[in-house]
T-cell receptor, first 112, second 113 residues
C-alpha cells in the first residue's frame, strides 16, 4: 500500500502571497489531519477532515483553511503569508474508527 | 499551556541498554495515546499506541506503560539500537473528538554504539 504523499516537498513564498499544499492519504483512509511543525512550537494540530467535512479545528487564524475531496485527497491553503508561517506542514491519514495516524513526509514552506 | 509534556529534550543511551522516554499530560479527558519517532526530513512514524483501558502495551522491542492516576506514560525500548536514534513524540487525544492529537515537544534519543 502506498503511503501518505504530500506535494510539493519544498516551497518558497513571499510575505503576502498565498499557498496551497496537497495531501493524498493512504488508500481507504477517510480521515486527513494537518499539522504545523516549528522548532519553537513543536507539532500543532491545524484541522481534520473526514468525508469532505471539517471534523476538528485547532487554534489557528482563519488564514489557514482546508478542504477534502470525494477521493479523500486534501488541500490546505494559507492566505496572506507571514514570516511566522515558515514551517514543516505535515498531513496524516487514518483508517476507519479512531486510531493511529500515518504521516506524510511534509511540505517545507519558507516565507521570505 | 502545554497539555502534553516531555520534560527531557534529549537522552543518550548505550547500545543494548534500555531507553526510557517519559511523557506527562494534564488533560484527564485524554484516553488514547500514541508514540511516534521522527528522523530528520521525514514525517513521524507511528510506533505504538495505548488506550486508557490498558496500562501496558507491547510490540517487539517497544513497550508503552500508562499510569492514569499520575497522568504519565513512558516508552521503553529494549534493547536500544543505533537505528533508534531519532526524536520521539508522544501524542494524546480524546477519542470522542476525532483525530485531534496533541503532541508533546519531543525527546531526542541518541543510542551510542
Amino acid at each position: 500500500k502506498a503511503g501518505v504523499t504530500q506535494t510539493p516537498r519544498y516551497l518558497i513564498k513571499t510575505r503576502g502571497q498565498q499557498v496551497t499544499l496537497s495531501c493524498s492519504p493512504i488508500s481507504g483512509h477517510r480521515s486527513v489531519s494537518w499539522y504545523q511543525q516549528t522548532p519553537g512550537q513543536g507539532l500543532q494540530f491545524l484541522f481534520e477532515y473526514f468525508s469532505e467535512t471539517q471534523r476538528n479545528k485547532g487554534n489557528f487564524p482563519g488564514r489557514f483553511s482546508g478542504r477534502q475531496f470525494s477521493n479523500s485527497r486534501s488541500e490546505m491553503n494559507v492566505s496572506t503569508l507571514e514570516l511566522g508561517d515558515s514551517a514543516l506542514y505535515l498531513c496524516a491519514s487514518s483508517g476507519p474508527g479512531l486510531g493511529e495516524q500515518y504521516f506524510g513526509p511534509g511540505t517545507r514552506l519558507t516565507v521570505t | 499551556d502545554q497539555q502534553v509534556k516531555q520534560n527531557s529534550p534529549s537522552l543518550s543511551v548505550q547500545e543494548g541498554r534500555i531507553s526510557i522516554l517519559n511523557c506527562d499530560y494534564t488533560n484527564s479527558m485524554f484516553d488514547y495515546f500514541l508514540w511516534y519517532k521522527k528522523y530528520p526530513a521525514e514525517g513521524p512514524t507511528f510506533l505504538i499506541s495505548i488506550s486508557s483501558i490498558k496500562d501496558k502495551n507491547e510490540d517487539g522491542r517497544f513497550t508503552v506503560f500508562l499510569n492514569k492516576s499520575a497522568k504519565h506514560l513512558s516508552l521503553h525500548i529494549v534493547p536500544s539500537q543505533p537505528g533508534d536514534s531519532a526524536v520521539y513524540f508522544c501524542a494524546a487525544s480524546e477519542r470522542n473528538y476525532g483525530q485531534n492529537f496533541v503532541f508533546g515537544p519531543g525527546t531526542r534519543l541518541s543510542v551510542l554504539p
